[in-house]
């Protein structure tokens, strides 16, 4: 699928990934949505006001001169796909009304490294999921009992959270470290004060697309429908604060502080090439869980260190999507079971995603042992958890035939205490 537009067979945003994004001229304007094609964006709003995205029919209002991906998000699966088919023809190397219109290219296309990108959706609602048997059961036998590390529960129910939307940040943003109540080791009552614990967890999260209304759960063999595009989420975590707070209702200040996302958001059609079949589930699942195909995906993922003393980065995991015991179409079927009503730009997360072998546990927590391990860096420093000045970021990609659907990179650093 070749474009106009050359990319190396290793650059994340081909023709066949074209993901989408809310941006902002460096040299002013408001903001708007575009797709990553190259290292250029390409500005939406602008072929929607020039009549070139037809595929979208007799809108009343503007859809891509938004500020968020919201609306876009609410006019369903079709919608999308009709748009995705405009911009790759649009794109295609032989394709010549931008290609051959150098006046309209030169408005259309944008070099990244002259935009600012910013939160692509409003997000109503999030939800962390906790669908990694691997994670799951590492948890589970270092603050339980490692003979019955998974509860009864864990293998029929995909279990999740509901998060905090406010503290949602976009790629880049400082992170600061958390104050709240522990239980040190050597202590019998609980201090307040800075987490010394600080963790990454490396996941992924899906935007939710139209929804359903109140009372009316979304099918699994529907859900699909709903899964407007993906991101790389890293929901920061301090394990202290977590371990004292936990029981009997779960995260609380160990998770709120912030949640950082990727700001490109890969369409579930650039990934449908790479789905998969999962991990075996059983028992078998009830039946409302119970979703046709394989709905695992081949997307290979990773997270890099670099402290202030190191001159780049050190991967620290590799793992892989597909490792993951509870799908997003069950996750989504399940969250609105009860008829809990989704709308568009809620965000849904997997959880942290560890493989099976040390190398690809997707946390400080599993790397290390729960601080019993610590991590050696080329600096010679060690690690058990966050140290300020640390630099974290993930990436991850799914490989097809000599190109790469890439999701891009979301980059946090810890900055001190707030």
């Not at 945003?13 to 993901?19: E, I, S």
């Not at 595929?55 to 919201?70: K, R, S, V, Y």
């Not at 609602?125 to 990694?132: E, G, I």
């Not at 899964?227 to 977590?242: E, H, K, P, T, Y």
Request: proline content about 9%.
């Amino acid at each position: 699928m070749p474009s106009f537009i050359a990319t190396p067979p290793n650059h994340p945003f081909p023709l066949q990934n074209l993901p989408y994004g809310v941006f902002s001229p460096a040299s002013g304007g408001p903001r708007r949505v575009g797709v990553a094609i190259g290292d250029y964006v390409l500005d939406l709003a602008l072929l929607e006001e020039v009549g070139l995205l037809s595929a979208l029919g007799q809108a009343e209002q503007p859809i891509f001169a938004q500020p968020t991906l919201n609306a876009f998000m609410a006019l369903g699966y079709e919608a999308w796909q009709r748009v995705r088919g405009a911009v790759q023809h649009l794109l295609h190397a032989s394709t010549p009304t931008l290609r051959d219109n150098a006046a309209l290219r030169q408005r259309a296309l944008l070099k990244q490294s002259e935009v600012t990108l910013h939160l692509p959706a409003i997000i109503g609602d999030y939800t962390d999921f906790y669908s990694s048997r691997e994670h799951a059961t590492n948890v589970g036998a270092m603050f339980r009992d490692p003979d019955n590390a998974l509860l009864p529960n864990w293998l029929h129910v995909p279990i999740g959270y509901h998060g905090r939307s406010s503290s949602i940040v976009l790629d880049g943003t400082p992170i600061k470290r958390p104050w709240g109540q522990f239980l040190p080791s050597d202590a019998d009552t609980p201090r307040f004060g800075p987490s010394q614990e600080l963790d990454f967890e490396l996941e992924l999260g899906f935007f939710v697309g139209p929804g359903n209304p109140l009372g009316q759960p979304i099918a699994v063999d529907d859900a699909h429908r709903h899964i407007f595009g993906f991101v790389l989420v890293n929901d920061w975590s301090a394990r202290d604060i977590q371990r004292w707070e936990y029981r009997p209702l779960g995260p609380f200040l160990g998770k709120n502080f912030a949640t950082s996302i990727s700001p490109w958001v890969v369409p579930l059609a650039a990934l449908e090439p790479f789905r998969c079949p999962g991990p075996i589930q059983s028992p078998t699942p009830l039946p409302y869980l119970q979703a046709n195909g394989d709905w695992a995906f081949d997307i290979h993922l990773e997270a890099r260190l670099q402290s202030e003393r190191m001159g780049e980065p050190v991967t620290l995991v590799r793992t892989n999507f597909r490792h993951l015991y509870w799908r997003v179409c069950q996750q989504l079927a399940h969250h609105s079971s009860g008829g809990c009503n989704m709308r568009p730009g809620d965000l849904l997360a997997s959880g942290t995603i560890s493989g099976p072998t040390p190398d690809s546990f997707g946390s400080l927590l599993e790397l290390t042992w729960g601080g019993k391990r610590p991590l050696s860096l080329p600096t010679g420093e060690t690690r058990t958890y966050l140290a300020d000045g640390d630099r974290l970021t993930l990436t991850g990609w799914a490989q097809g035939d000599g190109y790469r659907v890439g999701l891009g990179t979301v980059t946090g650093k810890v900055i001190g205490t707030v």
